[in-house]
Protein backbone atom coordinates (compact mmCIF):
# COMPACT_ATOMS: atom_id res chain seq x y z
CA UNK A 1 0.00 0.00 0.00
CA UNK A 2 1.24 3.21 -0.77
CA UNK A 3 1.01 6.00 1.60
CA UNK A 4 0.56 9.79 -0.16
CA UNK A 5 1.89 12.81 0.82
CA UNK A 6 -1.75 14.63 -0.38
CA UNK A 7 -4.77 12.20 -0.99
CA UNK A 8 -8.33 13.41 -0.99
CA UNK A 9 -10.50 9.90 -2.09
CA UNK A 10 -11.75 9.42 1.48
CA UNK A 11 -12.62 13.00 1.75
CA UNK A 12 -14.66 12.74 -1.67
CA UNK A 13 -15.93 9.34 -0.35
CA UNK A 14 -17.43 11.56 2.59
CA UNK A 15 -18.77 14.39 0.44
CA UNK A 16 -19.63 12.46 -2.39
CA UNK A 17 -23.13 13.25 -2.38
CA UNK A 18 -23.36 17.22 -1.51
CA UNK A 19 -20.10 17.43 -4.28
CA UNK A 20 -22.19 15.47 -6.87
CA UNK A 21 -25.16 17.19 -5.93
CA UNK A 22 -23.47 20.66 -6.05
CA UNK A 23 -21.72 19.78 -9.99
CA UNK A 24 -25.69 18.67 -10.73
CA UNK A 25 -27.14 21.79 -9.81
CA UNK A 26 -24.67 24.20 -12.23
CA UNK A 27 -25.48 21.26 -14.97
CA UNK A 28 -29.14 21.77 -14.67
CA UNK A 29 -29.05 25.48 -14.46
CA UNK A 30 -29.21 26.82 -17.67
CA UNK A 31 -25.79 28.72 -17.50
CA UNK A 32 -22.59 27.18 -17.38
CA UNK A 33 -20.20 30.30 -17.36
CA UNK A 34 -19.78 33.42 -14.56
CA UNK A 35 -23.76 32.50 -13.15
CA UNK A 36 -25.12 32.61 -9.73
CA UNK A 37 -22.49 29.60 -8.32
CA UNK A 38 -19.13 31.80 -9.37
CA UNK A 39 -21.38 35.26 -7.92
CA UNK A 40 -22.48 33.44 -5.14
CA UNK A 41 -18.95 32.03 -4.11
CA UNK A 42 -17.01 35.70 -5.05
CA UNK A 43 -19.78 37.22 -2.67
CA UNK A 44 -19.25 33.93 0.42
CA UNK A 45 -15.49 34.11 0.30
CA UNK A 46 -15.28 37.73 0.52
CA UNK A 47 -17.87 37.70 3.08
CA UNK A 48 -15.49 34.92 5.16
CA UNK A 49 -12.92 37.56 5.03
CA UNK A 50 -14.90 40.35 6.27
CA UNK A 51 -14.00 42.16 2.90
CA UNK A 52 -16.11 43.70 0.34
CA UNK A 53 -14.76 41.75 -3.25
CA UNK A 54 -13.53 38.53 -4.03
CA UNK A 55 -13.12 38.07 -8.05
CA UNK A 56 -13.03 34.70 -8.96
CA UNK A 57 -9.95 33.40 -11.93
CA UNK A 58 -9.03 30.06 -13.30
CA UNK A 59 -5.95 29.69 -11.17
CA UNK A 60 -3.18 31.09 -8.38
CA UNK A 61 -1.12 32.03 -11.04
CA UNK A 62 -3.44 34.14 -12.66
CA UNK A 63 -4.99 35.74 -9.70
CA UNK A 64 -1.32 36.64 -8.88
CA UNK A 65 -1.13 38.08 -12.80
CA UNK A 66 -4.58 40.02 -12.83
CA UNK A 67 -3.70 41.36 -9.51
CA UNK A 68 -0.39 42.54 -10.12
CA UNK A 69 -1.74 44.25 -13.20
CA UNK A 70 -4.94 45.97 -11.44
CA UNK A 71 -2.47 47.44 -9.08
CA UNK A 72 -0.71 48.80 -11.80
CA UNK A 73 1.93 46.64 -12.29
CA UNK A 74 4.15 46.43 -15.68
CA UNK A 75 6.80 46.43 -17.72
CA UNK A 76 10.52 46.51 -16.03
CA UNK A 77 8.24 47.21 -12.57
CA UNK A 78 9.83 45.51 -9.71
CA UNK A 79 8.13 43.54 -7.16
CA UNK A 80 10.03 42.19 -3.90
CA UNK A 81 9.05 38.86 -3.05
CA UNK A 82 11.15 35.54 -2.12
CA UNK A 83 12.64 32.65 -3.58
CA UNK A 84 11.48 29.92 -1.24
CA UNK A 85 8.29 29.67 -2.55
CA UNK A 86 6.53 27.93 -5.13
CA UNK A 87 7.58 28.97 -8.89
CA UNK A 88 4.45 30.39 -10.03
CA UNK A 89 4.76 32.97 -7.42
CA UNK A 90 8.23 34.65 -9.71
CA UNK A 91 6.30 32.97 -13.14
CA UNK A 92 3.69 35.39 -12.69
CA UNK A 93 5.77 38.57 -12.00
CA UNK A 94 7.67 37.52 -15.01
CA UNK A 95 4.64 37.09 -17.24
CA UNK A 96 3.27 41.04 -16.72
CA UNK A 97 7.13 41.91 -17.54
CA UNK A 98 7.96 42.92 -14.27
CA UNK A 99 11.33 41.85 -12.43
CA UNK A 100 11.26 39.36 -9.25
CA UNK A 101 13.44 40.91 -6.63
CA UNK A 102 14.24 38.21 -3.70
CA UNK A 103 14.97 38.60 -0.01
CA UNK A 104 16.15 35.52 2.01
CA UNK A 105 14.14 34.00 4.56
CA UNK A 106 14.07 33.50 8.28
CA UNK A 107 15.95 30.08 9.52
CA UNK A 108 13.49 29.35 11.94
CA UNK A 109 10.34 29.46 10.49
CA UNK A 110 11.34 30.03 6.08
CA UNK A 111 9.14 32.71 6.12
CA UNK A 112 10.14 36.18 3.88
CA UNK A 113 12.99 37.95 6.29
CA UNK A 114 10.75 41.34 6.24
CA UNK A 115 14.43 42.58 7.81
CA UNK A 116 15.61 42.75 4.33
CA UNK A 117 13.30 44.48 2.55
CA UNK A 118 14.09 48.18 2.90
CA UNK A 119 17.30 47.18 1.28
CA UNK A 120 15.98 45.77 -1.72
CA UNK A 121 13.45 48.62 -2.12
CA UNK A 122 14.25 50.95 -5.09
CA UNK A 123 12.99 53.30 -7.68
CA UNK A 124 11.61 50.97 -9.58
CA UNK A 125 9.73 48.64 -6.89
CA UNK A 126 6.06 48.65 -7.02
CA UNK A 127 4.83 45.93 -4.95
CA UNK A 128 5.50 43.73 -2.06
CA UNK A 129 4.66 40.33 -2.43
CA UNK A 130 4.86 38.26 0.23
CA UNK A 131 4.30 34.93 0.27
CA UNK A 132 2.09 33.28 3.80
CA UNK A 133 4.27 29.95 3.16
CA UNK A 134 3.32 26.39 4.47
CA UNK A 135 0.30 27.66 5.94
CA UNK A 136 1.18 30.64 8.26
CA UNK A 137 1.65 34.70 7.71
CA UNK A 138 4.66 36.90 7.03
CA UNK A 139 5.03 39.26 9.32
CA UNK A 140 2.87 42.01 7.99
CA UNK A 141 3.33 44.86 10.41
CA UNK A 142 7.05 45.79 9.00
CA UNK A 143 5.83 45.09 5.39
CA UNK A 144 2.42 47.67 5.57
CA UNK A 145 4.72 50.69 7.36
CA UNK A 146 7.36 49.89 4.55
CA UNK A 147 5.03 50.46 1.97
CA UNK A 148 3.18 53.16 3.32
CA UNK A 149 6.49 54.85 3.63
CA UNK A 150 7.35 54.14 -0.03
CA UNK A 151 4.43 54.26 -1.59
CA UNK A 152 4.18 50.80 -2.47
CA UNK A 153 1.19 48.02 -2.83
CA UNK A 154 1.36 44.92 -1.18
CA UNK A 155 0.13 41.66 -2.63
CA UNK A 156 -0.12 38.88 -0.65
CA UNK A 157 0.49 35.22 -2.10
CA UNK A 158 -2.23 33.34 0.26
CA UNK A 159 -2.37 30.12 -2.14
CA UNK A 160 -1.07 28.26 0.70
CA UNK A 161 -2.69 30.26 3.75
CA UNK A 162 -6.79 29.95 3.21
CA UNK A 163 -7.77 30.50 7.50
CA UNK A 164 -4.36 31.42 8.68
CA UNK A 165 -4.08 34.40 10.96
CA UNK A 166 -1.83 36.27 12.67
CA UNK A 167 -3.13 38.40 15.86
CA UNK A 168 -6.44 37.18 15.22
CA UNK A 169 -6.24 38.87 11.52
CA UNK A 170 -7.23 36.95 8.41
CA UNK A 171 -4.65 36.26 5.89
CA UNK A 172 -5.35 37.94 2.63
CA UNK A 173 -6.92 40.97 4.56
CA UNK A 174 -4.18 43.34 5.50
CA UNK A 175 -2.46 44.03 1.97
CA UNK A 176 -4.02 45.89 -0.81
CA UNK A 177 -5.13 42.52 -2.86
CA UNK A 178 -4.53 39.04 -2.08
CA UNK A 179 -4.39 36.45 -4.52
CA UNK A 180 -5.66 32.70 -3.60
CA UNK A 181 -5.30 29.76 -5.56
CA UNK A 182 -8.23 26.42 -4.94
CA UNK A 183 -5.93 23.56 -6.80
CA UNK A 184 -7.21 20.97 -5.52
CA UNK A 185 -4.46 20.22 -3.13
CA UNK A 186 -4.70 23.53 -1.34
CA UNK A 187 -6.29 24.60 2.11
CA UNK A 188 -9.60 25.14 0.01
CA UNK A 189 -9.47 23.65 -3.05
CA UNK A 190 -11.78 22.57 -6.09
CA UNK A 191 -12.08 19.59 -8.09
CA UNK A 192 -9.51 21.42 -10.68
CA UNK A 193 -8.01 24.53 -11.33
CA UNK A 194 -9.18 27.67 -9.15
CA UNK A 195 -8.00 31.22 -8.07
CA UNK A 196 -9.43 34.24 -6.31
CA UNK A 197 -8.49 37.76 -5.45
CA UNK A 198 -9.86 39.46 -2.72
CA UNK A 199 -9.65 43.08 -2.17
CA UNK A 200 -11.32 45.95 0.05
CA UNK A 201 -10.82 48.44 -3.68
CA UNK A 202 -13.98 48.71 -5.66
CA UNK A 203 -11.14 50.14 -8.16
CA UNK A 204 -9.02 47.18 -7.58
CA UNK A 205 -12.26 45.29 -7.67
CA UNK A 206 -13.58 46.77 -11.42
CA UNK A 207 -10.14 46.41 -12.60
CA UNK A 208 -9.82 42.57 -11.76
CA UNK A 209 -13.38 41.59 -13.50
CA UNK A 210 -11.92 43.26 -16.62
CA UNK A 211 -8.85 41.49 -16.88
CA UNK A 212 -10.56 38.07 -16.31
CA UNK A 213 -12.87 38.77 -18.98
CA UNK A 214 -10.81 40.26 -22.47
CA UNK A 215 -10.72 43.23 -21.02
CA UNK A 216 -14.53 44.08 -21.38
CA UNK A 217 -17.29 45.83 -18.76
CA UNK A 218 -20.01 42.86 -18.79
CA UNK A 219 -22.37 45.35 -19.89
CA UNK A 220 -20.91 47.69 -22.76
CA UNK A 221 -19.22 44.57 -24.71
CA UNK A 222 -16.69 46.47 -25.93
CA UNK A 223 -12.54 46.40 -24.95
CA UNK A 224 -10.84 49.59 -23.70
CA UNK A 225 -8.00 47.55 -22.73
CA UNK A 226 -7.43 44.44 -24.07
CA UNK A 227 -7.21 41.28 -21.42
CA UNK A 228 -7.28 37.52 -21.76
CA UNK A 229 -9.56 35.09 -20.17
CA UNK A 230 -9.40 34.14 -16.95
CA UNK A 231 -12.87 32.91 -15.77
CA UNK A 232 -13.63 30.48 -12.85
CA UNK A 233 -15.88 27.84 -13.53
CA UNK A 234 -19.43 27.27 -12.39
CA UNK A 235 -19.10 23.72 -11.51
CA UNK A 236 -15.74 24.33 -9.55
CA UNK A 237 -17.67 27.69 -7.75
CA UNK A 238 -20.43 25.99 -6.68
CA UNK A 239 -17.84 22.68 -5.51
CA UNK A 240 -15.87 25.86 -3.52
CA UNK A 241 -19.31 27.08 -1.68
CA UNK A 242 -19.60 23.92 -0.16
CA UNK A 243 -16.64 23.05 0.83
CA UNK A 244 -15.88 26.82 1.89
CA UNK A 245 -18.45 26.10 4.52
CA UNK A 246 -16.87 23.02 5.79
CA UNK A 247 -13.13 25.14 5.97
CA UNK A 248 -13.11 25.84 9.22
CA UNK A 249 -13.16 21.86 9.65
CA UNK A 250 -10.76 21.21 7.52
CA UNK A 251 -8.09 23.19 9.10
CA UNK A 252 -9.05 21.69 12.34
CA UNK A 253 -8.24 18.47 10.74
CA UNK A 254 -5.27 19.41 9.56
CA UNK A 255 -3.94 20.89 13.16
CA UNK A 256 -4.83 17.84 14.47
CA UNK A 257 -2.59 16.00 12.13
CA UNK A 258 0.10 18.38 13.31
CA UNK A 259 0.01 17.99 16.73
CA UNK A 260 0.02 14.16 16.21
CA UNK A 261 3.19 14.80 14.47
CA UNK A 262 4.49 17.21 16.93
CA UNK A 263 4.03 14.39 19.80
CA UNK A 264 5.09 11.41 18.12
CA UNK A 265 8.04 13.07 16.25
CA UNK A 266 9.31 14.81 19.74
CA UNK A 267 12.97 13.55 20.07
CA UNK A 268 13.98 12.64 16.81
CA UNK A 269 16.35 15.34 15.96
CA UNK A 270 13.72 16.22 12.99
CA UNK A 271 13.35 20.08 13.56
CA UNK A 272 9.52 20.34 13.25
CA UNK A 273 7.72 23.50 11.85
CA UNK A 274 8.03 26.59 13.92
CA UNK A 275 5.27 28.93 14.50
CA UNK A 276 6.03 32.42 14.49
CA UNK A 277 4.76 34.55 17.44
CA UNK A 278 0.97 35.85 16.85
CA UNK A 279 0.61 33.21 14.14
CA UNK A 280 -2.30 30.67 13.66
CA UNK A 281 -1.11 28.22 11.34
CA UNK A 282 -3.42 26.21 8.81
CA UNK A 283 -0.63 23.41 7.89
CA UNK A 284 -0.83 23.65 4.16
CA UNK A 285 2.16 21.22 4.46
CA UNK A 286 4.02 19.72 7.22
CA UNK A 287 7.58 20.81 6.49
CA UNK A 288 10.44 19.57 8.63
CA UNK A 289 14.43 19.89 8.41
CA UNK A 290 16.72 17.09 8.66
CA UNK A 291 20.63 16.83 7.31
CA UNK A 292 20.13 13.79 6.19
CA UNK A 293 16.67 14.10 4.17
CA UNK A 294 18.19 12.10 0.83
CA UNK A 295 18.40 9.12 2.83
CA UNK A 296 15.24 9.61 5.08
CA UNK A 297 13.33 9.92 2.10
CA UNK A 298 14.79 6.75 0.12
CA UNK A 299 13.84 4.80 3.30
CA UNK A 300 10.27 6.12 3.83
CA UNK A 301 9.60 5.38 -0.37
CA UNK A 302 10.87 1.78 0.63
CA UNK A 303 8.40 1.25 3.10
CA UNK A 304 5.39 2.99 0.00
CA UNK A 305 5.27 6.09 1.75
CA UNK A 306 5.45 9.05 -0.82
CA UNK A 307 7.23 12.12 0.73
CA UNK A 308 7.41 15.60 -0.96
CA UNK A 309 10.30 18.44 -0.45
CA UNK A 310 8.53 22.38 -0.96
CA UNK A 311 11.14 23.43 -2.64
CA UNK A 312 14.15 21.36 -3.74
CA UNK A 313 15.53 24.18 -6.06
CA UNK A 314 15.07 27.70 -4.94
CA UNK A 315 13.44 29.60 -7.50
CA UNK A 316 16.51 31.75 -8.33
CA UNK A 317 18.93 29.29 -8.94
CA UNK A 318 16.49 27.68 -11.64
CA UNK A 319 17.52 27.92 -15.43
CA UNK A 320 14.25 29.78 -16.33
CA UNK A 321 15.11 32.56 -14.26
CA UNK A 322 19.15 32.57 -14.84
CA UNK A 323 18.57 36.00 -16.84
CA UNK A 324 18.13 37.80 -13.13
CA UNK A 325 21.94 37.33 -12.91
CA UNK A 326 21.58 35.63 -8.76
CA UNK A 327 24.49 32.98 -7.63
CA UNK A 328 25.00 30.75 -5.24
CA UNK A 329 25.57 32.25 -2.20
CA UNK A 330 22.92 35.27 -2.97
CA UNK A 331 19.99 33.70 -0.73
CA UNK A 332 22.11 31.40 2.15
CA UNK A 333 19.28 30.22 4.32
CA UNK A 334 17.32 29.81 1.38
CA UNK A 335 19.75 28.03 -0.65
CA UNK A 336 20.77 25.91 2.97
CA UNK A 337 17.16 24.63 3.91
CA UNK A 338 16.46 23.46 -0.04
CA UNK A 339 18.78 20.31 0.61
CA UNK A 340 16.96 19.67 4.24
CA UNK A 341 13.74 20.30 4.12
CA UNK A 342 10.58 17.80 3.37
CA UNK A 343 7.01 17.31 3.90
CA UNK A 344 5.26 14.90 5.75
CA UNK A 345 2.02 13.44 4.28
CA UNK A 346 -0.67 16.00 5.55
CA UNK A 347 -4.27 16.90 4.78
CA UNK A 348 -7.59 16.61 6.79
CA UNK A 349 -8.45 13.27 5.91
CA UNK A 350 -5.69 11.03 7.06
CA UNK A 351 -6.33 8.94 9.77
CA UNK A 352 -4.38 8.27 13.03
CA UNK A 353 -3.40 4.77 11.94
CA UNK A 354 -1.95 5.46 8.83
CA UNK A 355 -0.07 8.66 10.41
CA UNK A 356 1.09 6.47 12.97
CA UNK A 357 2.74 4.07 10.42
CA UNK A 358 3.99 7.15 8.97
CA UNK A 359 5.94 8.54 12.22
CA UNK A 360 7.17 5.06 12.84
CA UNK A 361 8.56 5.00 9.91
CA UNK A 362 10.44 8.14 10.25
CA UNK A 363 11.29 7.41 13.49
CA UNK A 364 13.14 3.48 12.21
CA UNK A 365 14.96 6.19 9.44
CA UNK A 366 16.40 7.96 11.47
CA UNK A 367 17.23 5.80 14.30
CA UNK A 368 19.16 4.32 11.33
CA UNK A 369 21.41 6.55 10.21
C1 LIG B 1 -0.15 26.81 -5.65
C2 LIG B 1 0.56 28.10 -5.57
C3 LIG B 1 0.45 29.09 -6.57
C4 LIG B 1 -0.20 28.84 -7.89
O1 LIG B 1 -1.51 28.42 -7.86
P1 LIG B 1 -2.10 27.57 -9.10
O2 LIG B 1 -3.55 27.52 -8.79
O3 LIG B 1 -1.45 26.24 -9.09
O4 LIG B 1 -1.80 28.33 -10.34
C5 LIG B 1 1.05 30.31 -6.34
N1 LIG B 1 1.75 30.57 -5.22
C6 LIG B 1 1.91 29.63 -4.26
C7 LIG B 1 2.68 29.99 -3.03
C8 LIG B 1 1.33 28.37 -4.40
O5 LIG B 1 1.52 27.46 -3.44
Request: proline fraction near 5%; include cysteine.
Amino acid sequence: MTIRVWDYVEEYGEERKEILDAVDRVFSSGRLVLGESVLGFEREFAAWHGVDHCVGVDNGTNAIVLALRALGVGPGDEVITVSNTAAPTVVAINAVGAVPVFVDVRDEDFLMDTGQVAAAIGPRTKVLLPVHLYGQCVDMGPLRRLAAEHGLAVLEDCAQAHGARQHGTLAGTTGDAAAFSFYPTKVLGAYGDGGGVITRSAETDRRLRRLRFYGMDDVYYTVETPAHNSRLDEVHAEILRHKLARLDAYIEGRRAVARRYEEGLAGTGLRLPATAPGNDHVYYVYVVRHPCRDEILKALAARGIELNISYPWPVHTMTGFAYLGYGEGDLPVTEAIAGEIFSLPMYPSLSPRVQDEVIGAVREAVDAL
